[in-house]
């Protein structure tokens, strides 16, 4: 075998050594499941993002979410921009091990890239949607553009 | 137009005056949309399971969570087995329309099929996952079988 084939920490020992709990995960045919960012202290749910193999044994190496953004297709490290990242406090998975459950600390108490506590600002009221969460930061002094 | 050719309740006028909020849904392009289910006096995560749009139609007309089951490929009215409904409170949508949170109040106390009070009763801990959370109801007791 070549091993410059393949990234060290896929190396087959490396594997075996670590990675039996990743194989557990029912990753879906595009090798992503949704994960599912719940505040710890408020158990308020702050977000859905997907997450691929590399971005969840990343979470938990680092202790710091990682996403995979479907529309940049590559890793999205959360507040890498923002400064919102969220500290991970625990991981679980589902009984059908097919959608993960973050418990995190969320900086700056705003996880949504709208700028308010969490995605889940609006609410069905009367067959419409109403904006129901304030902004707490605008975008532009979230991302200074 | 030949009228048989639609169900009444997709019928233009109909759509017309109830399913704006509906339309607003990014339904991905299976038509569905992952749905969280969360308790709504503990703030809780129970579960996760997919809608489509007859799905979230109904169960906001009648008041309990009513999913798409991909595996059985029809409407699933939770708690037709068990007798563990889900009784809505309210109904949100993130920020890209592409995921509903549902607040319920659990009929048993029970969401998980396994018997848990929720699908999420398994932790990362040491590069395992372990059950935390205990069997409230055996699966003989809920389902008589």
């Given at each position: 075998?070549?091993?410059?084939?393949?990234?060290?920490?896929?190396?087959?020992?490396?594997?075996?050594?670590?990675?039996?709990?990743?194989?557990?995960?029912?990753?879906?045919?595009?090798?992503?499941?949704?994960?599912?960012a719940?505040e710890a202290?408020?158990?308020?749910?702050?977000?859905?993002?997907?997450?691929?193999?590399?971005?969840?044994?990343?979470t938990?190496?680092t202790g710091q979410a990682?996403?995979?953004?479907?529309?940049?297709?590559?890793?999205?490290?959360k507040g890498?921009?923002?400064?919102h990242q969220q500290r991970l406090r625990e991981?679980?998975?589902?009984?059908?091990?097919?959608?993960?459950?973050l418990k995190v600390d969320q900086v700056?108490?705003?996880?949504?890239?709208?700028?308010?506590?969490?995605?889940?600002?609006?609410?069905?009221?009367?067959?419409?949607?109403?904006?129901?969460?304030?902004?707490?930061?605008?975008?532009?002094?979230?991302?200074?553009?």
């Amino acid at each position: 075998m070549n091993a410059t084939a393949k990234p060290a920490d896929e190396s087959a020992a490396g594997k075996a050594a670590t990675d039996a709990w990743l194989d557990e995960i029912a990753w879906d045919e595009r090798g992503l499941v949704p994960a599912i960012a719940q505040e710890a202290f408020t158990n308020r749910v702050l977000m859905v993002a997907w997450m691929n193999r590399e971005a969840l044994r990343e979470t938990v190496t680092t202790g710091q979410a990682v996403y995979w953004s479907r529309s940049r297709k590559r890793l999205w490290r959360k507040g890498e921009e923002s400064g919102h990242q969220q500290r991970l406090r625990e991981v679980r998975v589902d009984c059908d091990a097919d959608v993960v459950l973050l418990k995190v600390d969320q900086v700056g108490g705003i996880a949504c890239h709208t700028g308010r506590h969490n995605c889940f600002f609006r609410r069905l009221e009367d067959g419409r949607w109403v904006e129901i969460d304030p902004v707490l930061k605008s975008a532009s002094e979230i991302y200074g553009k």
